[in-house]
């Protein structure tokens, strides 16, 4: 078993899902600093790269808590649409 990153080992105390954290990883090219900028305060780009990686890999956006951007954080996304 491979042990996770920092950053994906702190899902449950952000209370975020952990397949976010995944993706806000990725986007950072495997930066953790980066990825906590991402994290913390994403820019409207960065929320629509996340948005999109989740529905293309069959998930629903809305339904995975995402507590630093609040409970409808999807929702605001697709308004940017």
């Known amino acids: 078993m491979t042990d996770l990153s920092p950053f994906l ?3 449950e105390s952000r209370h975020t899902d952990a ?3 995944e ?3 990725e986007l950072a090219d495997g930066d ?3 990825a906590e900028h991402i994290w913390a305060a994403p820019t409207d780009m960065e929320l629509i790269d996340i948005f ?3 529905t293309d890999r069959g998930l629903d956006p809305e339904a ?3 507590d630093r951007m609040g ?3 999807s929702r605001g996304i697709q308004e940017i649409f």
């Open 9 to 11: 080992a702190s899902a």
């Open 19 to 21: 397949r976010i954290l």
């Open 23 to 25: 993706i806000v990883l």
């Open 32 to 34: 953790e600093s980066r």
């Open 52 to 54: 999109v990686a989740l």
């Open 64 to 66: 995975l808590k995402w």
């Open 71 to 73: 409970v409808l954080w």
